[in-house]
Nanobody
Framework: QAQLVESGGGLVQPGGSLRLSCAASGNTRGIYRMGWYRQVPGKQRELVAT???????SYTDSVKGRFTISRDNAKNTVYMQMNSLKPEDTAGYYC??????????WGQGTQVTVSS
């Protein structure tokens, strides 16, 4: 089974930018899609963006035009560039990998706080 490690979260002012990274290691064979989800306390985890191993991307409506997901297949790493951040983007951000050979794998999460 693969392991995922996220990085890049932090505190940023409204309108600022952050770049999240998610590095996959271990048994990465069969991973066909990776994505970012976010969760605030008391609410369900929600999908933010996904990217397939062919580069097809999908975004939730609230981040379209502001967030960009990308991947480096050679490094088994997925990135999410977040621009024009808003206070409502504040959440724990979690990376997820979907594989043909196992159930979904989750990273430990990284906190993003947008506040002045």
């Amino acid at each position: 089974q693969a392991q995922l490690v996220e990085s890049g979260g932090g505190l940023v002012q409204p309108g600022g930018s952050l770049r999240l990274s998610c590095a996959a290691s271990g048994n990465t064979r069969g991973i066909y899609r990776m994505g970012w989800y976010r969760q605030v306390p008391g609410k369900q985890r929600e999908l933010v963006a996904t990217i397939t191993n062919r580069g097809t991307t999908s975004y939730t409506d609230s981040v379209k035009g502001r967030f960009t997901i990308s991947r480096d297949n050679a490094k088994n790493t997925v990135y999410m560039q977040m621009n024009s951040l808003k206070p409502e983007d504040t959440a724990g951000y979690y990376c997820r990998a979907d594989s043909d050979f196992s159930g979904p794998v989750w990273g430990q999460g990284t906190q993003v706080t947008v506040s002045s």
